[in-house]
């Protein structure tokens, strides 16, 4: 058994394996007694929130949780510190210990966060290693919350485990943190396998460059001509090339449909060096094209079933312009089809990243950068927002192309992004379909700006514009 002595006054002090942390008023040096089997500290210090020229008086804030724990996440294990704020004038206390991430230490914590009549849990979203603690908590007799890292942020200077789980527990007992969106279970699975299956399809988009360039490097053109070398005639030729034929000419009749009107350019195309070192790697890339082809749809028959419960969702989503079922899939997947938990559809636009932000100080406005969202989702309407640029006769395309011509392309993807989830939001909330209010929108709702506009083009062309009705002599 080793004794020490720690004068500690005002600061703080770094413990690992279990401590317990009693806050109140500094009395001079602390005995600290560590074992083998439990190290624990008791600690008589000033109150976090209180500053020198408070001590010995009462915190002013408000306590929402009397009971609260707050839980420092790792790998390996977790720091959990339990803060009990007693009735009357007395001090809180806090009791930190270290817990396995293990699945039975963690229902052990549970019994221990129930024995100690917690009503409230916080933990941070750090990687992945939160959810076995909070899928195992969430059952329990209190709310547990999960937060975000970046609204949590610890003091300068006071960064240990011990202190961010402190940290933690202060914040969740005077209401300072704002819960983070989890699914429930269903729309939990369904967000593994579409989050999945977008991973997948990435990698087999990779795959098809590492093909191409393979075939650069065997000068081989064919990407030139074809726009897309792992289609059917992509694959027939890239098939025969590995089987040993090397004659253009017999490689580009192998084309079907409009590629066939590109033969001449084929036959120079096809002309290189291929070898039999760059037929083996077409043949690798070919078969793993394959492997990622089967999985996607492997993951998509079983996204159909998971589905299910959320078809009238996807039909609802579905029928907006540039949103197809997979992209639908990924919307349900990562929003959870309830528009009650999001109260109006500015606030889901700001959960997911494609609002713009406010930065604001001295009365001035810094930057009005988007802030960080659901990455997932946004590269499913980052995909809808791209195909509604490319594909004109629809309001979308209209509001698209009008935001492009003063605010750049790029804003103009992320302002049509912002309109797909508004009208997501609305078309769950009402149960109606997307009603298509057509390319002439904006010309129907204020015809006299349509055509000043029209006439001041004009008129800057060097012409007088004179106008006169339609059935006028």
Request: proline share 5%.
């Amino acid at each position: 058994m080793l004794w020490t002595t720690v004068d500690l006054e005002h600061s703080f002090v770094r413990v690992s394996q279990k401590v317990s942390v009693r806050w109140g008023a500094a009395t001079g040096p602390v005995d600290c007694c560590y074992e083998h089997a439990s190290q624990t500290l008791i600690l008589d210090v000033p109150l976090p929130l209180s500053t020198p020229s408070t001590v010995g008086k009462e915190p002013t804030m408000e306590v929402l949780h009397p009971r609260c724990a707050g839980l420092d996440l790792s790998k390996r294990d977790a720091k959990v510190c339990i803060r009990i704020v007693p009735t009357g004038r007395a001090r809180a206390v806090e009791e930190v210990s270290t817990w396995s991430s293990m699945t039975g230490d963690i229902l052990a914590l549970r019994d221990r966060l129930i024995a100690s009549q917690v009503t409230c849990v916080v933990m941070e979203a750090t990687g992945d290693y939160w959810k076995p603690f909070y899928y195992l908590l969430e059952d329990g007799p209190f709310e547990v919350m999960l937060v975000n890292a970046h609204d949590a942020k610890n003091l300068p200077g006071r960064k240990t485990d011990v202190s961010d789980a402190a940290w933690l527990a202060q914040l969740a007992a005077h209401g300072l943190l704002r819960a983070s969106f989890v699914p429930p279970e269903p729309i939990r699975e369904l967000r593994d396998l579409t989050r999945t299956r977008t991973a997948i399809t990435r990698e087999r988009t990779r795959e098809a460059q590492r093909l191409e360039k393979v075939l650069e490097d065997a000068g081989i053109k064919l990407s030139v001509v074809a726009s897309d070398i792992t289609g059917t005639s992509g694959r027939a030729m890239l098939a025969a090339l590995v089987a040993g034929e090397r004659d253009p000419a017999v490689l580009a009749d192998l084309s079907i449909g409009h590629l066939r009107l590109k033969i001449p350019a084929l036959n120079q195309a096809l002309v290189g060096r291929f070898t039999a070192h760059h037929a083996f790697l077409v043949d690798l890339h070919l078969k793993l094209i394959d492997q990622h082809t089967a999985a996607i749809n492997v993951l998509t028959a079983r996204i159909e079933e998971a589905m299910i419960p959320f078809r009238a969702a996807r039909e609802l989503i579905a029928s907006i312009p540039g949103i197809g079922v997979p992209t639908a899939d990924v919307i349900i997947a990562e929003t959870g089809a309830d528009m009650s938990v999001f109260p109006t559809a500015g606030q889901l636009a700001s959960w997911a990243g494609v609002c713009p932000g406010h930065h604001e100080s001295a009365g001035r406005s810094k930057s009005s950068k988007t802030r960080p969202g659901n990455r997932w989702l946004k590269g499913a309407l980052g995909v809808a927002a791209l195909s509604i640029a490319r594909h004109p006769g629809t309001f979308l395309n209209a509001k698209y192309r009008r935001l492009a011509k003063t605010r750049g392309n790029a804003r103009a993807v992320v302002a049509i992004e912002h309109t797909l989830l508004v009208l997501v939001w609305n078309l769950l909330t009402t149960g109606a379909f997307y009603q298509e209010a057509g390319p002439d929108y904006y010309t129907r709702r204020d015809p006299q700006r349509a055509k000043n506009h029209a006439i001041h083009q004009l008129q800057a062309l060097g012409y007088d514009v004179t106008l006169a009705p339609r059935g006028a002599a």
